[in-house]
């Protein structure tokens, strides 16, 4: 988290508590330099993210590898371990290191984040899950039925006006993106009110969701009023994922799955979709946010 993220959290009144997990800080660069050769045959540099694999280790055993830009892979693999509902607290995790020096041989080799949990915590291990997350968008869940617990989330009575969904889109719009530079990402943000507090960038939209659900967690930070927005679309698991953190207002620039606003409408989460410039369409739960119809024409 930079300096500027750090001081949004403070003015928030965030107050961090003991027992946190040591997190060591192994930033890889974003995007990777190439020469392309446009429609005319003039050859120029390019920039491409910098996609790469991370193999999992849950207390020395093989879990899962998963595939990221790199920018956050400590709060990634927390995040992860959280949405999939293979621990329970944040202070059950007594260290996470990741080590990119392992991958630098040949392509394709991953890097690796050891997870150490604390002994009396008892936490299981599950067996190896045998299988590569990549980066498309179809990541599925590696254990357990998510929706299995869906009914058991209660999420905070809070809402949105339209005038801070208005600013929540342009501050999305003046952030300065790995995307822009080189396309191919998927960008996450995690809001109070139209007030950014952090912003994440990956090759999948679940790794983005899963390193602010792990950043979350090592900062203290509720759901309560709060608003998840997410470049991608919102599939059942982005919506579960975001009601798992406890955030009752999901705001994306594409669309929504059926089953998505299927999860979406059960647990009352407010979906808004297509939000681009003063354009957005609500899917579910309208009741959370505060319509100003009137803003909706005003000058940009």
């Known amino acids: ?50 996609e790469r694999a991370l193999t999992i280790y849950l207390d020395k055993k093989e879990l899962v590898t998963l595939m990221t830009l790199g920018a956050e892979p400590e709060c990634l693999v927390l995040g992860f371990l959280r949405n999939q509902r293979l621990i329970d607290a944040v202070d ?58 869906i009914d058991e989330i209660n999420l905070p009575p809070d809402r949105i006006t339209q005038t801070q969904l208005y600013g929540l889109v342009n501050a999305i719009r003046l952030q300065e993106t790995t995307y822009k530079s080189s396309g191919s990402v998927h960008g996450c943000a995690l809001f109070q009110g139209d007030q950014m507090l952090v912003f ?8 983005a969701v899963d390193t602010i659900a792990g950043w979350m967690w090592m900062n203290d930070i509720s759901g309560h009023d709060k608003v998840f ?37 059960r647990i009352g989460l407010c979906t808004i979709g297509r939000a681009t410039h003063k354009r957005f369409l609500c899917f579910s739960a309208p009741e959370r946010l505060v319509w100003q119809p009137e803003t909706a024409s005003a000058p940009r």
């Not at 020469?35 to 910098?50: H, K, L």
């Not at 059950?92 to 997870?115: F, H, K, L, N, R």
């Not at 470049?231 to 998505?260: F, N, Y």
């Open 1 to 50: 988290m930079d300096r500027h993220s750090e001081e949004r959290v403070s003015r928030a009144g965030v107050s961090l508590t003991a027992q946190k997990p040591h997190l060591t800080q192994s930033r890889a660069p974003l995007t990777k330099s190439v020469t392309v050769i446009n429609e005319r045959g003039e050859r120029s540099a390019a920039q491409i993210p910098a």
């Open 92 to 149: 059950q995790v007594e260290s996470i290191t990741v080590d990119w020096s392992i991958g630098e041989g040949e392509v394709g080799e991953p890097g690796v984040a050891a997870v150490k949990t604390r002994p009396e915590m008892d936490v299981v291990v599950p067996g190896s899950a045998e299988r590569v997350v990549t980066t498309g968008c179809g990541q599925g869940s590696v254990f357990g039925d998510l929706m299995a617990h």
């Open 200 to 207: 994440v960038e990956d090759v999948g939209r679940h790794n």
């Open 229 to 265: 927005y997410t470049t991608g679309r919102l599939t059942s698991e982005m919506v579960i994922k975001s009601a798992q953190m406890g955030v009752p207002v999901v705001v994306s620039r594409s669309g929504i799955t059926q089953m998505g606003l299927d999860v979406a409408k």
